[in-house]
Structure formats: structure tokens, C-alpha cells
């Protein structure tokens, strides 16, 4: 094991209640000690995603590596004891069923982190692949508000910019950050997925923080190479300073088993014209094994020792520590 440790702010594992969550052995391996993983994606029924919840909380719970982040002192824990500490995000709203009461529930059951539309526009929010440019609805500021109440951070991937924009205002206003927990810079790499320099300085103004993303397609790297993503580190850097920059790999661990739905219409939810091939996500990602390559790049570059830990975990763990509670 290296001497980097880290905090990965989105990471996901196949939402099914038999997936093996002894997969993040991976991330320990590697040197982190927090990680964000997905739990479900508007795509997928509320069914799959709470039974998927109740299983990895039991594999949690009966782990000697993992610990369930309930709260920033969890993750304290996970740093000094050399454990991985875990906490649940949600891509989109829709398994909140339009019910702002599930937020609370959610939380209970370990959620601390959702973004409100993946790709495409619900009644809450817009998509990033959504041909109708959506902002934040009447009853999306409610959920807003609400998220910020509850302590659980407030991300902006797979977001339409309108929505992005929107939530970034409104959250100014309540005094409280928001992040986008995998998404990269589109003056690298332009996709859709990718993020504006406006919408960058937007989330730097709430304090938030912009966690760079692994997918080989939003990295602009076929091969994988880690380094590959430091132009989007340093890019990030440049415009809003290294206290707003992390780590969000998006990798995906893959068991063989689709976690999607059978009957999924998965052109619609990953449109081949915004670059995704024909059976959907099916993307490439950089591994956790490969962060502290990073790192050592990071300091090639000349960048110090307590900006690398920033990039790496620090910034990450200050948001958290300011945002659940
Ligand atoms: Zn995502």
C-alpha cells in the first residue's frame, strides 16, 4: 500500500443487493479512506434501490474494513484507524417519488450526498443530455431547501447548467455549498457532460468544490492513462484555487451482472448523439490504483505537499465537515 490517502467523492458498485461490496478493496488498497458510492439512478425502481441499501448496510456492518459514514467523525475514524468509510449518494430524484419526506428516510438509511436529475429532465430538475434546456423547478427549490436542512450535500452532476445555475443562486442565498462530485471541465474536453468555466466559478462561490471525474470519455483519454486527468485538475485549479478541487472517479466496479433494468431504454438515458455507444453507459475508467500516480505528478508540477493533500482528501473532508450534520 502506498502513502497517499484519499477521499473519493463518487464511486459506484453494482446496485443490486448481491453485489459484494468486498469489491472496494480496491479503493482501501489504494489508499482511500472515504468513498461515496451510488445506490441508485433514476433509472432503476425504488424495489432495487432500498433492498440494495439494506444488503451493502449488512456487508458494512459485518466488515473488518468498512465503516458506515454516519458522521464526519466516522470518516475521522476511517483516516486514523486505516478503515474505508462508506456513505450512500443517489443519481437523480425520481427515488424520491416525489415526496419530499423521503429525503429524511433516506438519510436514515445513510444517504449524504444526491444530485436531482441524471441526463434528463424530471419534475424537479433538468438533465445534462435533455434536449428541453430545464432549470430548477417550483418544487425542486422545495427539495433544494430541504436537502441543505437536512445536512446532506447538495451535487450537481449529470445536471442540466440551467439546473445547475439555479441551484448554485438559491443555495447562495441559504448559505450553503453545493459540489459536483463527478464532472470535469468542458474547456478540456467539450461534452455535454462536461462543465462550463462559468458554472466552475458559480460553485466555487458557495464554497463548494468540483471533484474531477476518471470516465476515460469525459477524461478525453482512450487508453486510461491517469494522467490525463491533471489538465482538468489544473485547469480547475487556475480558475477557482486548489481549496476547490477533489476527486470524484466515477469508477465503476463491474461484476459482470447488469445492474440496469431489462426492460431500460438505455438511448435514453445515455443518447448516442452526446457521444455514448449503442447498449448505453458502457464506459472506461481510471482505477483507484492509479491515484497516487496523480499525486506524483501533482508534485513533478511543483504543487506542495499540503495542495496535493487538499486535492486528494482535505477539501472533500472540509465540505463534509461544514455540510452533514
Ligand atoms: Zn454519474
Known amino acids: 500500500m502506498n502513502n497517499f490517502r484519499f ?18 478493496k480496491v479503493h482501501y488498497e489504494a489508499g482511500c479512506r472515504y468513498v461515496s458510492i451510488n445506490v441508485g439512478m433514476d433509472l432503476q425502481p425504488v424495489s432495487q434501490i432500498f433492498s440494495t441499501i439494506a444488503s451493502f448496510r449488512r456487508q458494512i456492518s459485518e466488515s473488518d474494513f468498512l465503516i458506515q459514514a454516519e458522521n464526519f467523525s466516522d470518516i475521522e475514524r476511517a483516516f486514523r484507524e486505516e478503515k474505508l468509510a462508506v456513505s450512500f449518494d443517489l443519481e437523480g430524484s425520481l427515488p424520491l417519488l416525489d415526496n419530499k419526506d423521503t429525503l429524511a428516510l433516506y438519510k436514515k438509511l445513510g444517504l449524504r450526498q444526491i444530485h436531482l436529475a441524471y441526463n434528463r429532465n424530471n419534475s424537479i430538475a433538468g438533465g445534462a443530455h435533455d434536449p ?5 423547478t417550483k418544487f425542486g427549490e422545495e427539495i433544494v431547501r430541504e436537502i441543505h436542512r437536512l445536512g446532506i450535500l447538495m451535487d450537481l452532476s449529470h445536471s442540466s447548467e440551467e439546473t445547475a445555475r439555479d441551484i448554485c443562486a438559491l443555495s447562495r442565498t441559504l448559505n450553503k455549498p453545493v459540489l459536483y462530485s ?3 471541465p468542458r474547456a478540456i474536453v ?10 466552475i466559478q458559480e460553485v466555487a462561490k458557495t464554497g463548494g468544490i468540483i471533484a474531477i471525474n476518471g470516465v476515460a470519455k469525459f477524461v478525453g483519454s482512450s487508453d486510461l ?5 491533471i489538465p482538468h485538475i489544473e485547469h480547475c485549479a487556475a480558475l477557482v484555487g486548489t481549496d476547490k478541487v477533489a476527486i470524484g472517479l466515477d469508477y465503476c466496479y463491474d461484476d459482470g451482472i447488469s445492474d440496469i433494468p431489462s426492460d431500460c431504454n438505455r438511448g435514453f438515458w445515455w443518447p448516442i448523439q452526446s457521444g455514448y455507444g449503442e447498449n448505453g453507459l458502457g464506459g472506461k475508467y481510471i482505477s483507484p490504483e492509479n491515484l497516487c500516480k496523480i499525486c506524483e505528478e501533482l508534485a513533478r508540477l ?10 486528494c482528501s482535505k477539501n472533500l473532508l472540509v465540505l463534509i465537515d461544514k455540510s452533514w450534520y
Do not use: F, T, W
Request: aromatic letters at 2%.
Open 132 to 136: 428541453v434546456k430545464q432549470g430548477l
Open 190 to 199: 467539450k461534452h455535454e457532460r462536461n462543465i462550463s468555466d462559468e458554472i
Open 225 to 229: 492513462n491517469p494522467l490525463a486527468m
Open 302 to 311: 511543483n504543487y506542495q505537499e499540503d495542495e496535493i493533500a487538499a486535492i
Open 7 to 24: 477521499a473519493d467523492c463518487h464511486s459506484c458498485l453494482p446496485v443490486r443487493p448481491d453485489a459484494d461490496i468486498n469489491m472496494l
Open 182 to 184: 463527478h464532472a470535469n
